[in-house]
Antibody
Framework: QVHLVQSGAEVKKPESSVKVSCKAS????????FNWVRQAPGHGLEWMGG????????IYAQNFQGRVTITADKSTNTAYMELSSLKSDDTAVYFC??????????????WGQGTLVTVS | SVLTQPPSVSAAPGQKVTIACSGG????????VSWYQQVPGTAPKLLIY???KRPSGIPDRFSGSKSDTSATLAIAGLQTGDEADYYC???????????FGGGTELTVL
């Protein structure tokens, strides 16, 4: 049984940064791909990037290049997504999603509960 | 959105509905497609991966197919609990990004 538990909701000022965590149940954490997908209110899904902890070489969508940093801590089975220079249209629910041990990702099998980030 | 889906579909309980997803050569033409079900306010749930495979626990009422740059999700024996938003997704080799359709809202009348 795979569980992904994300950190709580955040309210941030424009131009600040936010860091969201995603703690995974101990189940070969290091070898799976952890991705981040966001969903603005009333909108669809948008892939931001992903990482396979054992390789520690994240890939990012061009839309977020330079603003997003994805990391993974193998000692605590936790993946992180940090987004900087926040703008109002970064207000969204941010999901972590685990897929097979592949990057680029092929699909997202397990999802966290989502973290609402409000920029205001 | 890079992938195109109809905004909404509807059908009666017990009926079958199909949801189309169309893209281009750089995405669906060369990569496999997955489908997700999302009840508003909750996280998406994987329904179909690698075009037509179901994860454990997904009933066989849900099926997927792909041909060239188009894919289809079919849901048979509709239930009121199937009301949700459905998204297709794949990888785009030119954008070098995961891409999704805009989502299709399913109403079970």
């Amino acid at each position: 049984q795979v569980h992904l538990v994300q950190s709580g909701a955040e309210v941030k000022k424009p131009e600040s940064s936010v860091k969201v965590s995603c703690k995974a149940s101990a189940d070969s954490f290091s070898t799976f791909a952890f991705n981040w997908v966001r969903q603005a209110p009333g909108h669809g899904l948008e892939w931001m990037g992903g990482i396979i902890p054992v390789f520690d070489k994240p890939i990012y969508a061009q839309n977020f290049q330079g603003r997003v940093t994805i990391t993974a801590d193998k000692s605590t089975n936790t993946a992180y997504m940090e987004l900087s220079s926040l703008k109002s249209d970064d207000t969204a629910v941010y999901f972590c999603a685990r897929g097979p041990p592949l990057l680029p990702p092929r699909y997202f099998q397990h999802w966290g509960q989502g973290t609402l980030v409000t920029v205001s | 959105s890079v992938l195109t889906q109809p905004p909404s579909v509807s059908a009666a309980p017990g009926q079958k509905v199909t949801i189309a997803c169309s893209g281009g050569y750089s995405n669906m033409g060369t990569n496999s497609v997955s489908w997700y079900q999302q009840v508003p306010g909750t996280a998406p749930k994987l329904l179909i991966y690698d075009n037509n495979k179901r994860p454990s626990g997904i009933p066989d009422r849900f099926s997927g197919s792909k041909s060239d740059t188009s894919a289809t999700l079919a849901i048979a024996g509709l239930q009121t609990g199937d009301e949700a938003d459905y998204y297709c997704g794949t990888w785009d080799n030119v954008l070098r990004a995961g891409v999704f359709g805009g989502g299709t809202e399913l109403t079970v009348l």
